[in-house]
T-cell receptor
Framework: SAVISQKPSRDICQRGTSLTIQCQVD?????MFWYRQQPGQSLTLIAT?????????ESGFVIDKFPISRPNLTFSTLTVSNMSPEDSSIYLCSVGREVGEQFFGPGTRLTVL | QKEVEQNSGPLSVPEGAIASLNCTYS??????FFWYRQYSGKSPELIMSIYSNGDKEDGRFTAQLNKASQYVSLLIRDSQPSDSATYLCAVKPVNDYKLSFGAGTTVTVRA
């Protein structure tokens, strides 16, 4: 499986600010995803990061709030914009294979004050 | 109806016992099924993949799939305290590249 890294691993941010999370993979992958996991909850898919085109967002998530970039097949960023305490969560990137397997990065723990 | 449902936890088992985790799914055409283990404060780790009916064994883990009953399970034999974690069932629906995750079952193995 691919080696996936995320930066930052954790951050504490002020309300109204934005944070950009980076996801780096050690090999080229077609499918990359961004998830949110709130405390004690399962994974919620935010969007699929498409290389060279706009991300595909799930219901309840919009580009203005969660802009995503995917400049190449090994890198993606997720920005959490105009943050509120409700955005406090763990944000995870994953890479996927055609058969459906996904492998997750270590996550970014975000706290918004 | 949720797409993927797991038996509610938490599940507490004594060390050395068998832990049995169950998962049902709603999309009859689903083709790929996965079990993830997530330790507290860590990201999910893929531990089992199963694609056809029957049993698949990997060490102390056995995944069982019954597509007719839309049911997939995970057995952990000889449970160890290191198996204490939340286990997530994930299903790849037909004609979709995304996974649907269950809510997870938290397992505690008591020494």
């Amino acid at each position: 499986s691919a080696v996936i890294s995320q930066k930052p691993s954790r951050d504490i941010c002020q309300r109204g600010t934005s944070l950009t999370i980076q996801c780096q993979v050690d090999s080229q992958v077609t499918m990359m995803f961004w998830y949110r996991q709130q405390p004690g909850q399962s994974l919620t898919l935010i969007a699929t990061a498409n290389q060279g085109s706009e991300a595909t967002y799930e219901s309840g998530f919009v580009i203005d709030k969660f802009p995503i970039s995917r400049p190449n097949l090994t890198f993606s960023t997720l920005t959490v914009s105009n943050m509120s305490p409700e955005d406090s969560s763990i944000y995870l990137c994953s890479v996927g294979r055609e058969v459906g397997e996904q492998f997750f990065g270590p996550g970014t723990r975000l706290t918004v004050l | 109806q949720k797409e993927v449902e797991q038996n509610s936890g938490p599940l507490s088992v004594p060390e050395g016992a068998i832990a049995s985790l169950n998962c049902t799914y709603s999309d009859r055409g689903s083709q790929s099924f996965f079990w993830y283990r997530q330790y507290s404060g860590k990201s999910p780790e893929l531990i089992m993949s199963i694609y056809s009916n029957g049993d698949k064994e990997d060490g102390r883990f056995t995944a069982q799939l019954n597509k007719a009953s839309q049911y997939v399970s995970l057995l952990i034999r000889d449970s160890q305290p290191s198996d204490s974690a939340t286990y997530l069932c994930a299903v790849k629906p037909v004609n979709d590249y995304k996974l649907s995750f269950g809510a997870g079952t938290t397992v505690t193995v008591r020494a």
